[in-house]
Nanobody, 126 residues
Framework: QVQLVESGGGLVQPGGSLRLSCASS????????MGWFRQAPGKEREFVAV????????YYSNSVKGRFTISRDNAKNTMYLQMNNLKPEDTAIYYC???????????????????WGQGTQVTVSS
């Protein structure tokens, strides 16, 4: 069993930055591909970024590429999402996810996610 807890969300002005964290209580954290997804009001949950077990393979959605950076620290059982140059369209609830899929599979359409966090709100507004 893996429990995921996100933190770091909040209100930020356009062009600002936030760093999200996802802490895992499970001892098998390093065996999972980890990712971030988001859901804006009235929209479906969408893929943001994913990192494989070692941190050596990463994929981003086109909408965040060049602005967001995903990383993980297996020694701390924690994953991060550094978000820079935030835009109003980045406003959403951000969810941490753990999956047994490969990183490329997790970045695909409707991946099977084994564990979800409860989500953290990110609001980008002036």
């Amino acid at each position: 069993q893996v429990q995921l807890v996100e933190s770091g969300g909040g209100l930020v002005q356009p062009g600002g930055s936030l760093r999200l964290s996802c802490a895992s209580s499970g001892r098998t954290f390093s065996s999972y591909t980890m990712g971030w997804f988001r859901q804006a009001p009235g929209k479906e949950r969408e893929f943001v970024a994913v990192v494989n077990w070692s941190g050596g393979l990463i994929y981003y959605s086109n909408s965040v590429k060049g602005r967001f950076t995903i990383s993980r620290d297996n020694a701390k059982n924690t994953m991060y999402l550094q978000m820079n140059n935030l835009k109003p369209e980045d406003t959403a609830i951000y969810y941490c996810a753990a999956t047994a899929l490969s990183a490329v599979q997790a970045a695909g359409d409707r991946p099977k996610i084994d564990y979800w966090g409860q989500g953290t709100q990110v609001t980008v507004s002036s």
